[in-house]
């Protein structure tokens, strides 16, 4: 799959700011265009449309309160223009009126302000897990990838710590699995190089996320029977932990 197209709504240019920072940190992602106003976002998109036949966004990023009406009101209008694209909210509104509307309108996530990098980098990088799903060819095997695709938890699936996310839960799984896989083929290029476990760092830097974070997700992936831990020999400085998918482990 080419980058995530990822198009923000904001009209404070600071915030703006701020999320283009967090996009450019995000791996698979692409910044295309920052809209300060309702006019001005349909104004990008309708003139794509009439150039290209095709929007240039995969995900809008929307703030409700615009200085010239309501972020949905863009949303509405790229629903009936026939856009399928992924919505996330990015705002201070929590009107449950306002919250229906965006569920109808197929808001894939509603995050409030204000929130860290790892909460947008786990909606934003959820949303692009959803759309490798959905663009592979075929059936959906059974009802726990049906699950995951909906965002639903597993009823097989346990509970997870405060502050772990399931998306973000399943980056970490697919970036350490893809590592491990690659071991020996030559193509992995972080990690051991005999058997493709990553470290903290080395995790965070593929998923986005910081090295806190990353090491509490792969710690959670050790207590679940899903990865294994142990040290890595041969590096200079302290001593480091790397971890590895753990074969056959509970899912």
Do not use: C
């Not at 009107?95 to 509603?110: I, K």
């Not at 990088?125 to 759309?131: D, M, N, P, Q, V």
């Not at 190089?193 to 080395?202: C, D, M, R």
Request: overall charge neutral.
């Amino acid at each position: 799959m080419s980058a995530l197209r990822v198009m923000i709504l904001e009209d404070d240019p600071v915030t703006a700011s701020v999320y283009e920072e967090y996009l450019r940190r995000l791996p698979g992602v692409k910044h295309v265009h920052t809209a300060g106003t309702r006019k001005a976002a349909l104004l990008y998109l309708v003139g794509r449309w009439r150039v290209y036949a095709d929007f240039g966004v995969d995900l809008l990023l929307v703030d409700m309160n615009l200085p010239d009406g309501h972020g949905l009101d863009v949303l509405r209008h790229l629903r009936s223009a026939g856009w399928a694209g992924g919505a996330v909210a990015l705002t201070a509104a929590s009107d449950r009126q306002v919250v229906r509307a965006a569920v109808a309108l197929g808001m894939t996530h509603y995050l409030l302000k204000p929130f860290t990098f790892d909460e947008f980098a786990a909606r934003v990088g959820g949303y692009r897990e959803l759309s490798l799903r959905l663009g592979e060819r075929g059936e959906v095997p059974d009802q726990e990838q049906l699950d995951r695709i909906f965002n639903h938890d597993s009823p097989r699936g346990t509970e997870l710590p405060k502050g772990l996310t399931a998306e973000t839960l399943t980056r970490v799984a697919d970036a350490l699995a893809a590592s491990t896989g690659s071991a020996g083929t030559g193509s992995a290029s972080t990690g051991s190089a005999s058997t493709g476990a990553l470290s903290a760092t080395e995790l965070g830097q593929l998923t986005g996320l910081s090295r806190v974070t990353a090491r509490r997700y792969l710690e959670h992936l050790v207590e679940t029977g899903r990865a294994s831990r142990a040290p890595r020999h041969g590096t200079p400085g302290r001593p480091e932990v790397e971890y590895s998918t753990r074969q056959g482990g509970s899912r």
